[in-house]
């Protein structure tokens, strides 16, 4: 029979245990936040005009770096770029918008070349749409083409810059345009008047049989191509999807810019700065 020492002792004992399992539960839950990936002291941007935030400057028909959802600095979009500068000062000035205007996917593999001589600590994707975006649905590029140029790129910067952090980003749903827009007299005068999109945009009143199955299988390749970009990214650690957050935001008309009733607007830039964030690195 135990002494009233020895009991103490026990329930000590008992005690310290719970205690320490109890810790140990607060350190598991707590753990992914300690993992969280450091914040970067440099960074880039790559893809084709939406990124360089064509037609959203002074100028017209024109790139606008600085209006970018990724690597730009007006304070109303607040890119990426401003928001990891709010929480580390030391990116400032070190961000690159290797972007190109009327880039395909074919050419991401010498944009992460220079990603790699820049050695940044994140780069954002988004490319496809001018792979969608063609004057023909016959010209659009064919979904296992555009998985292995995806794929070579990946391996580019894996291969040169191993730690760099990479975020995808779906493409633009471009049906989701059409949609909004098909009843504006003007976006359809200018999608017209400068062979916009022509794979999806062409004939948007028609409701001719040919015209609408085109539209379906125009949207059908771009969420195959978004799929790749899914399934390629998930083969690299260091590579993060959007889980198809652009492709399913919900653009209206007023994130479309009035000049070419194509490319984001400033406020189109804004919201895609906001919603990739969200699901980002850092949210």
């Not at 100028?59 to 109303?76: I, Q, R, V, Y």
Request: aromatic content about 8%; some cysteine; hydrophobic content about 40%.
């Amino acid at each position: 029979m135990r002494t009233r020492d020895e009991e103490e002792g026990a329930m000590l004992r008992r005690g310290g245990r719970a205690l320490l399992g109890a810790l140990l539960l607060v350190v598991v839950i707590q753990s992914p936040v300690s993992a969280a990936a450091p914040l970067p002291h440099s960074m880039a941007g790559t893809g084709d005009s939406i990124s360089r935030a064509y037609n959203t400057g002074f100028w017209p028909f024109t790139d606008n770096p600085a209006g970018s959802w990724s690597t730009g600095t007006t304070a109303s979009v607040n890119s990426h770029y401003l928001r990891i500068r709010a929480l580390n000062p030391a990116i400032q000035g070190k961000a690159y918008n290797d972007a190109r205007s009327g880039a395909l996917m074919r050419d991401l593999n010498g944009q992460m070349a220079t990603v790699v001589a820049q050695r940044v600590d994140y780069v954002t994707v988004l490319m496809g749409g001018n792979d969608v975006c063609q004057p023909t649905e016959a010209q659009m590029t064919d979904a296992v083409l555009f998985e292995s140029q995806f794929k070579a790129a990946m391996d580019t910067l894996t291969a040169g810059s191993p730690g760099t952090r990479v975020f995808v980003l779906t493409i633009p749903n471009v049906y989701n345009l059409w949609a909004v827009l098909k009843n504006n007299g003007t976006a359809r005068f200018i999608w017209a008047l400068g062979q916009v999109c022509q794979s999806m945009l062409k004939n948007p009143l028609s409701t001719a049989q040919a015209d609408v199955d085109r539209r379906v299988r125009v949207l059908a390749r771009e969420q195959a191509f978004n799929d790749v970009l899914k399934n390629v990214c998930g083969l690299y650690t260091q590579c993060r999807f959007d889980n198809h957050a652009v492709f399913n935001t919900a653009f209206t008309a007023g994130d479309v810019s009035t000049r070419d009733y194509f490319h984001p607007s400033v406020a189109g830039q804004a919201k895609l700065a906001a919603g990739t964030w969200a699901v980002g690195f850092w949210p």
